[in-house]
Nanobody, 117 residues
Framework: QVQLVESGGGVVQAGGSLRLSCAAS????????MGWYRQAPGKQRELVAT???????NYADSVKGRFTISRDSAKNTVYLQMNSLKPEDTAVYYC???????????WGKGTLVTVSS
């Protein structure tokens, strides 16, 4: 099992920045990819960014150039630096970890990001 705890959400004005953190614990050695997803009111959950254990990153087109995903392996923590935030970035952001081989997903409880115009 893997436990994920997000932090760093809040309210920010358009154009501002926030940094989300996701601390992982448990069977970390089973994970080969971590990332962030988000779900806005009335919409489906969507991928924001992912990072593999080898450091390969992937971003949704809507956040490219504005968001940066990174990780601190020593702390078992993944970060999402969000710059130039827009009202449409408002959502609950969920941390995700994917188990190697099986593709099983683990999820955090989410952290709310609200961007005011």
């Amino acid at each position: 099992q893997v436990q994920l705890v997000e932090s760093g959400g809040g309210v920010v004005q358009a154009g501002g920045s926030l940094r989300l953190s996701c601390a992982a614990s448990g069977s970390i050695f089973t994970i080969d990819r971590m990332g962030w997803y988000r779900q806005a009111p009335g919409k489906q959950r969507e991928l924001v960014a992912t990072i593999t254990t080898s450091g390969t990153t992937n971003y949704a087109d809507s956040v490219k150039g504005r968001f940066t995903i990174s990780r601190d392996s020593a702390k078992n923590t993944v970060y999402l630096q969000m710059n130039s935030l827009k009202p449409e970035d408002t959502a609950v952001y969920y941390c995700n970890a994917r188990r190697r081989g099986s593709g099983m997903d683990y999820w955090g409880k989410g952290t709310l990001v609200t961007v005011s115009s």
